[in-house]
């Protein structure tokens, strides 16, 4: 017997915003989500929503007027990340980081949606190992890729007008040894 409810994930990531109910519809825009339901309050506020994205449920509720601003960075795997990224724009999304290819076989940008989360929106391309994606980022174009994700996303959170970043040296995939 598992732990998990049937059609959860081991780990489901919480979204706290300031409207619920315009969030559920972000992501039903943006990213095909279908909502499984709401629980509002009394005062006005929704206690508990959840919505799927592909093979994963989303839990969200309002925050109160005195918690801290908890904005997310989610990845959200679609079959096409152009027309998801041009739909997320067009429900309200700013973009952080243009669609690029990356050396590991994935193509993908960033957006913050209208409630400070901070979505990476990614396609697989083409089946890469490890070793050849690590070898990818020996060329130029790929390195620029890495670099470009890194300042951007660096220049959101930190407010900064050029993002730092700072070049891959290896990987590891695996338990520590």
């Not at 825009?29 to 339901?37: H, I, P, R, S, T």
């Not at 670099?147 to 951007?152: C, K, L």
């Amino acid at each position: 017997m598992t732990s998990t409810p049937t059609g959860y994930t081991s780990v489901a990531p919480w979204i706290v915003t300031e409207d619920t109910g315009a969030w559920l519809d972000f992501v039903t825009a943006a990213f095909d989500g279908v909502e499984l339901g709401r629980v509002p309050l009394a005062d006005g506020s929704i206690g508990h929503a959840e919505i799927r994205v592909g093979d994963t449920v989303l839990l969200a509720f309002d925050r109160r007027a005195d918690w801290p601003a908890m904005p997310s960075l989610l990845r959200v795997f679609v079959p096409d990340a152009d027309a998801a990224f041009a739909a997320s724009l067009r429900a309200g999304a700013r973009e952080v980081t243009a669609l690029s290819n990356s050396a590991f076989g994935q193509r993908g940008g960033r957006v913050r949606d209208p409630f400070g989360n901070i979505w990476w929106v990614t396609a697989s391309t083409e089946t890469v190992t490890v070793e050849e994606g690590m070898r990818r980022l020996d060329e130029p174009g790929y390195q620029e890729q890495m670099r470009y994700a890194q300042e951007s996303l660096d220049a959101e959170l930190s407010g900064r007008a050029a993002g730092q970043a700072s070049p891959v040296v290896g990987v590891r995939f695996g338990p520590a040894s």
